[in-house]
């Protein structure tokens, strides 16, 4: 079986070309030593050093040579928008402080994962929240290198 063995970010310039993709969920991105399946049905087992937040666009370099890309998967998401910056800040600090991951789009609006509870916390601070479907990436934290998750 192959073997994943690191993970290489997408700002790596000695980047090769992969041979296979993997799709997967936010929650099943966050790793150190599975059994997946990539997009094509081959099996093989991710076995990192340590558990590793996987990003959208990240390769896995096999042991064996080669590598496999890390594509994000389609999930239920929210996507919150207020009509002032003043108003997006708030928002944006009311789901930090309940340490929920937050994707910033580049059009301001803030991408979170689908949970109706808080759709009524931004909907009650007067947010337009709009559910949907879509890759969820979330930002990685400012106290580490953007792979990984620690406290």
Known sequence: MRRAIE?????????????????????????RRIRLIDDAGEPFLLDLPRATQMQHGDLLRLEAGGSIEVRAAVEPVLEASCTTIEDTARIAWHIGNRHTPVQVLANGRLRLRH???????????????DEGEAPFAPESGAYHSGHGHAH
């Open 115 to 129: 949970d109706h509870v808080l759709k009524d916390m931004l909907l009650g601070l007067g947010a337009r929240v």
């Open 7 to 31: 993970l290489i970010p997408p700002s790596t310039a000695a980047r090769e070309a992969a041979r296979a993709t993997v799709t997967l969920s936010f929650e099943d991105r966050h790793r």
